[in-house]
């Protein structure tokens, strides 16, 4: 059973890079797809992008300028770099393993996030 | 990008009862759609995956139906570990991957 665990800061001040990391336990990075998710206080869920073992990301159309997904297969572990961030960003990060098979994709295990606020 | 409606936005329930949520696609996904339970403090956990596919592991309560547009999640004889709030996420397009707005279960 795949574990996730996400770590990095809890506040980051606007117009900075808030950078998270997430550790896989329990299988290989080196497949599949990863992603991070977020979900804003008292709103939904909000897609933000995938990185693949090889490198090759996928990242939400409006979030995309400033977003960086890379992998570390050394450390089993992938992360996340969002620039110039607002009080808009303030949110709790979760990520997740993405499988695609001949069923389509789904994200099958997910971290048990962490919380992020924007604030000076 | 794909919007996905959830309805109703929050339901009460009492122990026992059977529920449907219901989730529509503004466009054609095929059975692209996946459901998830959320309890607070927790991320949230795959229920129903290619529309109607149970995750290994899901009790057999759980069921989903649908395709193209529209889909249901049921739950029969609700628990009290299912009192928690339920997304519908469509995979058919990456571009961007969109999730429904959530439907909260709640104790009546």
């Known amino acids: 059973q795949v574990q996730l665990q996400e770590s990095g800061p809890g506040l980051v001040k606007p117009s900075e890079t808030l950078s998270l990391t997430c550790t896989v336990s329990g299988g290989s990075i080196s497949s599949s797809y990863w992603s991070w998710i977020r979900q804003a206080p008292g709103k939904g869920l909000e897609w933000i992008g995938c990185?693949?073992?090889?490198?090759?990301?996928d990242y939400n159309p409006s979030l995309k300028s400033r977003v960086t997904i890379s992998v570390d297969t050394s450390k089993n572990q992938f992360s996340l770099k969002l620039s110039s961030v607002t009080a808009a960003d303030t949110a709790v990060y979760y990520c997740?393993?993405?499988?695609?098979?001949?069923?389509?994709?789904?994200?099958?295990?997910w971290g048990q996030g962490t919380r992020v606020t924007v604030s000076s | 990008d794909i919007q996905m409606t959830q309805s109703p936005s929050s339901l009460s329930a009492s122990v026992g009862d059977r529920i449907t949520i219901t989730c529509r696609a503004s466009q054609n996904i095929g059975n692209h759609l996946n459901w998830f339970r959320q309890k607070p403090g927790e991320g949230p956990k795959l229920l129903i995956y290619a529309a109607s596919t149970l995750q290994t592991g899901v009790p057999s309560r759980f069921s989903g139906n649908g395709s193209g547009t529209e889909f249901t999640l049921s739950i029969i004889r609700v628990q009290p570990e299912d009192f928690a709030t339920y997304f519908c996420?469509?995979?058919?397009?990456?571009?961007?991957?969109?999730f429904g707005q959530g439907t909260r279960l709640e104790i009546k």
């Open positions: 997740a393993r993405r499988i695609y098979d001949r069923s389509g994709s789904r994200f099958d295990s």
């Open positions: 996420q469509q995979s058919y397009s990456i571009s961007p991957i969109t």
């Open positions: 990185v693949y073992y090889s490198g090759r990301t």
